[in-house]
């Protein structure tokens, strides 16, 4: 019994954190009068580049019509923008506007805030391991998943002062 309890612990940190995450994400976030939710289509959207409606549901496991609201505020403060598919007229294709693109360093810097918070007091070497650790249970749980990726708001920030430099 106590060796099944200490297990399950796992799984209760492992949301509390994410939560924990969540709602750091959103006190951020509402500076803007964004959702940490509307925070991750901008980032997903950075880092992957235009995408689908279906894209992106399916990248950030989120059903349809729920990125479909989210689009439509960000769209509605021009965050983002709807164009046609350039093959199939059917589909509609979401992209950062260069508004939503300015804010991607300041993402970062909620993002690097957030991560300062939550490993204060913890060697680079036990956050190494936590990761590993969390990524590990991840795949054991979700093998079929692809690979997690844990600079989500870094790499976005680096895609976008690429393309400005360009």
Known sequence: MGESIR?????????????DYRHALEK???TLDLGAQDVYVMVTLMRLGPSSLVELARELETPHPSIVR???ALESRGYAQRS???????????????QGMKLM???KEWFDAIHQQATAGM??????????????????LCPSHRPSRSSFAEEAVETSQKESND
């Open 7 to 19: 297990r399950t612990r796992i799984g209760f940190w492992a949301f509390r954190v994410a939560a």
């Open 28 to 30: 951020h976030s509402r």
């Open 70 to 72: 989210q689009v439509d």
């Open 84 to 98: 046609p598919h350039p093959e199939d007229r059917r589909i509609k294709v979401v992209s950062l506007t260069a």
């Open 105 to 107: 360093p300041k993402v």
């Open 123 to 140: 060697s680079s070497e036990e956050v190494d391991q936590l990761q590993r650790a969390l990524q590990t249970a991840h795949h054991n």
